[in-house]
């Protein structure tokens, strides 16, 4: 059991109208995985049986591209008690009448907060005038709403980041990295739920196959293969585990995330119900050693 846990993040979709190259989830438009109404009603039944959860979030990829799914999730989640919230790059938001429109039935539907993603990667994609008009119709209708930008600092190098943002950075020895910074893994107060019924304690760190109810009752850090490494020496020591089975640990990474997710992209094949789904390592075969080539280490500042 994770007595610490007071919220969920639903994966709604890995489907985004963006493809940032910071993005740790490989969002893309050419992506189709999605959580259907039926699915989303039964995540939701599991959730509300577990008493410490009070908030659920939808995100993705970009949840507003299956919006159905989006609207019907905020309604079944305020029926049961639950206070859901949701992310969008406002790629949608094209008129002032779409975005009053959507803004008004989900504040009716029951969603409590609305946090509006925008940076120099996002705006690639979407004009900064959609996130504009988002935010102003938003405070008009009541909906709280937040503008919400990662900075280079605030990347973390997993995902696609991993592969197109990391060469470019400056890198440290692997052993530097003797702990996760970013995630509280003994006792997570949110855990993400995808559209295949994982739990991600780190988006492509699951707790297992069972359902969510389930693997949350059954959760023990110390008895999980991935995770028990991480607790005792940090993304080196799961490093070091993975290159007894043939990882190379290459002269410098990026950042902790980086580390860890080389580590674990590489150990797949013999960990598929922890480290999974294919869509968060780039649908890239579980077989394929990392792809991270152009990196070399050059110090710290």
């Known amino acids: 059991m994770i007595p610490s846990l007071?919220?969920?993040?639903?994966?709604?979709?890995?489907?985004?109208?963006?493809?940032?190259?910071?993005?740790?989830i490989w969002g893309s438009p050419r992506r189709q995985a999605s959580m259907t109404v039926q699915q989303a009603e039964a995540?939701?039944?599991?959730?509300?049986?577990?008493?410490?959860?009070?908030?659920?979030?939808?995100e993705g990829g970009e949840p507003f591209t299956r919006y159905d799914v989006l609207l019907h999730?905020?309604?079944?989640?305020?029926?049961?008690?639950?206070?859901?919230?949701?992310?969008?790059?406002?790629?949608?938001?094209?008129?002032?009448?779409?975005?009053?429109?959507r803004a008004e039935?989900?504040?009716?539907?029951?969603?409590?907060?609305?946090?509006?993603s925008t940076d120099e990667w996002h705006r690639k994609a979407v004009p900064i005038e959609r996130v504009n008009l988002l935010l102003e119709v938003s405070e008009a209708a009541g909906l709280p709403a937040s503008r919400m930008e990662?900075?280079?600092?605030?990347?973390?190098?997993?995902?696609?980041?991993?592969?197109?943002?990391?060469?470019?950075?400056?890198?440290?020895?692997?052993?530097?990295?003797?702990?996760?910074?970013?995630?509280?893994?003994?006792?997570?107060?949110?855990?993400?739920?995808?559209?295949?019924?994982?739990?991600?304690?780190?988006?492509?760190?699951?707790?297992?196959?069972?359902?969510?109810?389930?693997?949350?009752?059954?959760?023990?850090?110390?008895?999980?293969?991935?995770?028990?490494?991480l607790l005792d020496g940090g993304p080196y020591a799961l490093a070091q585990f993975a290159a007894e089975h043939g990882f190379k640990v290459r002269n410098g990474y990026v950042d902790a995330c980086h580390l860890c997710y080389r580590a674990r992209e590489f150990m797949r094949s013999h960990f598929p119900n922890f480290l999974a789904p294919d869509e968060m390592y780039g649908d890239r075969p579980a077989c394929l050693a990392p792809a991270d080539g152009q990196e070399t280490f050059r110090g710290a500042d």
């Not at 992310?87 to 949608?92: E, F, G, R, V």
């Not at 039935?105 to 509006?116: C, I, K």
């Open 150 to 229: 990662t900075c280079i600092d605030g990347v973390m190098f997993r995902g696609r980041a991993a592969e197109r943002l990391a060469p470019r950075m400056l890198t440290q020895p692997a052993e530097t990295f003797r702990a996760c910074l970013r995630e509280h893994l003994s006792a997570p107060s949110r855990v993400h739920l995808d559209c295949y019924g994982r739990l991600h304690l780190c988006q492509g760190l699951c707790i297992g196959a069972a359902g969510p109810a389930e693997a949350i009752r059954d959760y023990d850090p110390a008895g999980h293969p991935i995770v028990r490494l």
């Open 105 to 116: 039935e989900l504040l009716d539907a029951g969603l409590v907060r609305l946090g509006v």
């Open 73 to 101: 999730f905020v309604r079944s989640a305020t029926e049961r008690g639950l206070k859901p919230s949701a992310l969008t790059n406002a790629s949608w938001a094209t008129s002032l009448e779409e975005a009053q429109r």
């Open 6 to 24: 007071t919220a969920i993040h639903f994966l709604i979709t890995y489907r985004c109208s963006a493809e940032c190259d910071h993005c740790f």
């Open 43 to 58: 995540f939701l039944d599991q959730v509300a049986s577990l008493k410490t959860v009070s908030a659920v979030c939808a």
